[in-house]
């Protein structure tokens, strides 16, 4: 992203005379109090399964939440709570939750530590991850969407930031290296929180950063300014938390905080700290803040607060455990989207309204390279919220040449070439669309996207998770397959793991047409969608079509058939589908393009199957696993009085993507092969 110009905001510098102590105070004790509740009664009680105390963290999380406000985004982890009870939510929520209770976090769907927090007016708990590094990516795409929304959008720059919080151990990850690089690569209002406590789980801090101290090994860090020091006395984590909020507020370029803290209970509530020497322990208590604190602030009612506390700590306990639990029967509900926006997040693609399933052809056949970056280039046009991002996609036009041209047109904020990671690019791209923006992040080869499983895993079951409070609507697009010769890098399908990820929908387009229709309806659509671009068919002869018009769109999970008749029916998706045209010549056959596999036409395929009574499936994937078992499973169980001959399957075998062109030719699913598979059918 290109640097942006903007008028310096006006920043609220709150140094730790300006703290209304009270309110920490109140917070802190709040807090233990939680904490004491759970491990002592509901914990005991089976009333929470899991429970992390935040004791020793307390009083400096509590500091930072006080300065976020509204614009402002906080990703933080399972220690987390006494920020979110400094940006306000409701001490039922923060119960009832871990006790898996109705409403909350997430109506009962998810661990009560791993929060979310919608808060109008204020900042936003963005959607916690149950992995360690995680939340750091997706808080660099918030970051960037911040900028961005002042130069493209012209939107004001009122000074509103990202922070990530994690722990030591958390800086030893992928994510938070790749939100490092995005972050000082690209100068974002990006405020690195790193609580260290010295241990993960068990494992001290030396096994994880060499010296113990992650902010010195960064001192040289290019374009990121660090804090360093003590979590535990008020006044310096007060000075540290206002200095580094005030660099990143005034558009400085990303901070980093690194605050020493005690842990003062396990990990969680079933670790014994049996790894702890008891000299350990003792130094640990020593540095407890809030004796510190009380000391620090004696002229406060300490008395009045905790009783005051423990009576409202009390009432939510009532409230929370009066709760029921959600209803089982809605525990499918918003898997995807169902007609009801999300909290936050999504609603950055056009309108469908005026838009046709019915192909208007025009012009000469186009390939599906320029059917895709046609489609890309309108949207691009008419949607100031769409932008374009991945490894060489800027001045190269992607390796593939999809989007040859789309920067020079649309300016590096808009299109812009990303780090070789991954993790970074849909992590960033689910900030983006949590802030409200149309991502298109693309990964170079469908192998790829293994490094980014984590954040696409995470992206599907957001809207799931958090009961459609947030949901990160996104457009990844993954070229695969094989193209002339193979390799096991480069030539992997594998579609049935997106498949297999709650949440996404998979498109696998064999032709320019479907390509224009599917790719326009993702970029309009409410859920992320994963858009398999076959490398095979970007320029293949075959997969030429007419431009469609431009108010095409296809819908999810209706399948075309390509050629029709009555002895047997062959399912089967991108490349394959003009191989098995062409094995089909000459029977009376039903051949049927899925075009989608989340969803996928089902009716389409027990409808023929009931007339042929018979049926292929025929895919380039492995067949172990492979998505047409799925397909055979659902013909078995609603189609098997129908059948005349075993439901059967032409695939690749169980072995990577051979690299020489024989090789490749004897592994791909050939006409000959397919071909065989049909006259045995038949003739069965």
Same mark, same amino acid.
């Given at each position: ?19 209304d102590? =009270?309110e920490v =105070?109140?917070l802190?004790?709040?807090? *233990? ?9 509901l #914990? ?9 105390? $935040?004791?020793g ?5 509590v ?5 976020? *406000? ?6 933080? /982890? ?5 920020m ?7 001490? $039922? ?23 979310? /927090? ?17 939340q ?9 969407s ?8 012209g ?41 260290d ?8 801090s030396?096994?994880?950063t ?14 990121? $300014? ?22 990143v ?9 690194r %605050?020493?803290?005690p ?29 510190k604190l009380?000391?620090?602030?004696? /002229? ?9 506390v423990?009576?409202? &700590?009390e ?16 525990v499918?509900?918003? &898997? ?5 926006a ?13 838009t ?9 056949? !186009? ?7 046609r489609v ?5 046009a ?5 932008l374009l991002?991945?490894?060489? !996609?800027g ?5 593939h040449?999809v ?16 780090s070789?990671n991954?993790?970074?690019?849909v992590?960033?791209?689910v ?6 923006l149309?991502? #298109? ?23 799931? *998770? ?6 990160a609507?996104?457009? %990844?697009? &993954?070229?695969?397959?094989?193209f ?21 929908k998979v498109?696998v ?36 079509r007419?431009?469609?018009?431009d ?16 002895r ?8 394959m589908v003009?191989?098995?045209e062409a094995?089909a010549?000459? !029977? ?5 393009? %899925? ?37 055979? =499973?659902? &013909? =078995? ?6 059948l ?12 990577p ?23 045995r059918?038949?003739?069965?």
């Amino acid at each position: 992203m290109a640097d942006v110009m903007t008028a310096e905001p006006e920043i609220e510098f709150r140094t730790a005379s300006g703290i209304d102590w =009270a309110e920490v =105070a109140r917070l802190v004790t709040t807090s *233990r109090a939680l904490d004491a509740l759970e491990e002592t009664r509901l #914990v005991p009680e089976k009333k929470v399964l899991y429970q992390f105390s $935040a004791r020793g963290h307390d009083m400096a999380q509590v500091i930072l939440g006080m300065h976020l *406000r509204n614009g402002d985004a906080a990703c933080g /982890y399972y220690r987390s709570r006494p920020m979110l009870l400094a940006l306000g939510v409701p001490l $039922a929520d923060a119960l009832g939750s871990g006790m898996g209770r109705a409403g909350g976090y997430s109506d009962g769907r998810d661990i009560g530590v791993v929060f979310n /927090y919608p808060n109008p007016g204020g900042a936003h708990a963005l959607p916690m991850c149950g992995g360690v590094g995680a939340q750091y990516a997706p808080a660099a795409g918030w970051a960037q969407s911040i900028l961005y929304k002042a130069s493209v959008l012209g939107e004001k720059d009122d000074g509103a930031i990202a922070v990530v919080l994690g722990g030591d151990a958390s800086c030893a990850t992928g994510g938070f290296w790749s939100a490092l690089t995005i972050a000082t690569t690209q100068s974002l209002p990006l405020l690195f929180y790193v609580e260290d406590n010295g241990f993960g789980i068990s494992v001290p801090s030396h096994y994880q950063t060499p010296g113990c101290d992650i902010a010195a090994n960064l001192a040289s860090f290019k374009n990121l $300014a660090i804090w360093n020091g003590d979590g535990t006395d008020p006044e310096e984590a007060a000075r540290l938390i206002g200095e580094a909020i005030g660099h990143v507020r005034g558009r400085k370029g990303p901070a980093l905080i690194r %605050l020493t803290v005690p842990r003062l209970e396990g990990h969680s509530y079933q670790d014994t700290q049996a790894y702890k020497s008891p000299e350990t322990i003792e130094a640990e208590w020593s540095r407890d803040p809030l004796p510190k604190l009380k000391t620090f602030a004696s /002229y406060l009612d300490w008395d009045l607060i905790e009783s005051s506390v423990e009576a409202e &700590v009390e009432k939510a306990r009532e409230e929370a455990e009066a709760r029921g639990i959600s209803s089982p029967e809605q525990v499918t509900d918003h &898997v995807f989207f169902d007609g009801e926006a999300s909290q936050v997040g999504g609603g950055a693609g056009l309108s469908l309204v005026d838009t046709t399933d019915q192909p208007q052809p025009d012009g000469q056949r !186009i390939n599906m390279v320029t059917a895709i970056r046609r489609v890309l280039d309108q949207e691009l046009a008419a949607n100031p919220k769409v932008l374009l991002f991945g490894e060489d !996609i800027g001045p190269k036009g992607g390796v593939h040449a999809v989007t040859l041209g789309l920067q020079e047109k649309y300016g590096h904020d808009r299109v812009f070439d990303t780090s070789l990671n991954e993790e970074g690019i849909v992590g960033r791209a689910v900030g983006m669309a949590l802030a409200g923006l149309m991502p #298109v992040p693309e990964i170079q080869f469908r192998k790829y996207a293994e490094p980014a499983t984590e954040q696409i895993n995470d992206c599907g079951t957001m809207r799931w *998770r958090t009961a459609n409070r947030f949901s990160a609507p996104m457009v %990844l697009r &993954v070229p695969g397959g094989f193209f002339k010769c193979g390799d096991p890098w480069h030539s992997q399908t594998n579609e049935v793991q997106f498949v297999h990820n709650p949440g996404w929908k998979v498109a696998v387009p064999s032709n320019a047409e479907d390509a224009v229709g599917l790719l326009r309806g993702s970029l309009r659509g409410s859920d992320p969608v994963l858009f398999f671009e076959h490398r095979a068919m970007l320029d293949d002869s075959w997969a030429r079509r007419p431009w469609p018009g431009d108010k095409f769109v296809l819908p999810f999970g209706k399948a075309k058939k390509t050629r029709e008749g009555d002895r047997i029916t062959i399912v089967t998706w991108g490349a394959m589908v003009p191989r098995c045209e062409a094995a089909a010549e000459g !029977i009376s056959a039903d051949v049927i393009d %899925l075009r989608t596999l989340m969803p996928w036409d089902r009716e389409m395929v027990l409808e023929s199957v009931s007339r042929t009574r018979r049926c292929l499936i025929v895919h380039e994937d492995l067949r172990t696993g492979g998505f047409g078992a799925e397909i055979a =499973a659902v &013909v =078995a169980d609603e189609a098997f009085l129908d059948l005349d001959a075993p439901v059967a399957r032409v695939t690749m075998p169980d072995i990577p993507s051979p690299h020489h062109p024989k090789l490749l030719e004897w592994a791909v699913p050939s006409v000959e092969r397919i071909r065989a598979e049909i006259d045995r059918l038949v003739g069965f």
